[in-house]
């Protein structure tokens, strides 16, 4: 079945207390994104990946890294996280082509709490 | 840089009624997609319609279709038939070739039967 996992699905966590949240996609599409989805707001891209060892900061990267080692996995990083963090975390992928034609598949999502 | 506006924070829709659901973008890219995607209550993010930039005609996937006036910048998603089902949250978002993606923020939708 083609689809995008992630873990954990859900967290809880502390201040200052590194976590990463994996994302792995099945489908061998090119393109990565992570976002993050606010209560009363779309969904705010943070990082995203044309291709492997290829990344480039969205609109909200600050406190946040990621790395493409491999096709399949985009994983998120929070090196010392913070309570504005606290968010529901989408990962997605998609083909790519002229037009951005084709749709991103998404992932089940991560809420992440942190303390 | 981009921008989504959906305007309509909630719409009320009657059940088997067509709806229109609003979306202007801004962008100074030439070539770029348009999206719309469903977000029901239990989370999940579904695709629902593509639009790109060069497209001469409106996009169709079924019930959905989308009202593209590139000189407007606007993507409206039009639904026809309403179902129950289609009581959800409604994202329309934009991507360039060079991967940049915006999401606007949703317009909450509520058939009622």
């Known amino acids: 079945e083609a689809q995008v996992t992630q873990n954990p699905r859900y967290l809880i966590t502390v201040t200052g207390k590194k976590l990463t949240v994996t994302c792995s996609q099945n489908?061998?599409?090119?393109?990565m994104s992570w976002y993050r989805q606010d209560p009363g707001l779309g969904l705010r891209q943070i990082y995203y990946?044309?291709?492997?060892?290829?990344?480039d900061k969205g609109d909200v990267p600050e406190g946040y890294k990621v790395s493409r080692k491999e096709k399949r996995n985009f994983p998120l990083i929070l090196e010392s996280p913070s309570p504005n963090q606290t968010s529901l975390y989408f990962c997605?992928?998609?083909?790519?082509?002229?037009?951005?034609?084709?749709?991103?598949?998404f992932g089940p999502g991560t809420r992440l709490t942190v303390t | 840089a981009q921008k989504i506006t959906q305007t309509q924070p909630g719409m009320f829709v009657q059940e088997k009624e067509a709806v229109t659901l609003d979306c202007t973008y801004d962008?100074?890219?030439?070539?770029?997609?348009l999206f719309w995607y469903k977000q029901p209550s239990s989370g999940e993010m579904i695709f629902l319609i593509y639009?790109?930039?060069?497209?001469?005609q409106n996009a169709t996937e079924g019930r959905y279709s989308l009202n593209f006036q590139k000189a407007r910048k606007s993507a409206n998603l039009v639904i026809s038939a309403s179902q129950l089902g289609d009581s959800a949250m409604y994202f329309c978002?934009?991507?360039?070739?060079?991967?940049?993606?915006?999401f606007g923020d949703g317009t909450t939708l509520t058939v009622k039967p």
């Open positions: 639009q790109g930039s060069y497209d001469q």
């Open positions: 990946s044309m291709n492997v060892e290829v990344t």
């Open positions: 978002a934009m991507r360039d070739d060079a991967g940049k993606s915006t």
């Open positions: 489908m061998n599409h090119e393109y």
């Open positions: 997605a992928s998609s083909r790519l082509a002229a037009q951005s034609s084709y749709e991103q598949y």
């Open positions: 962008t100074s890219d030439p070539s770029y997609g």
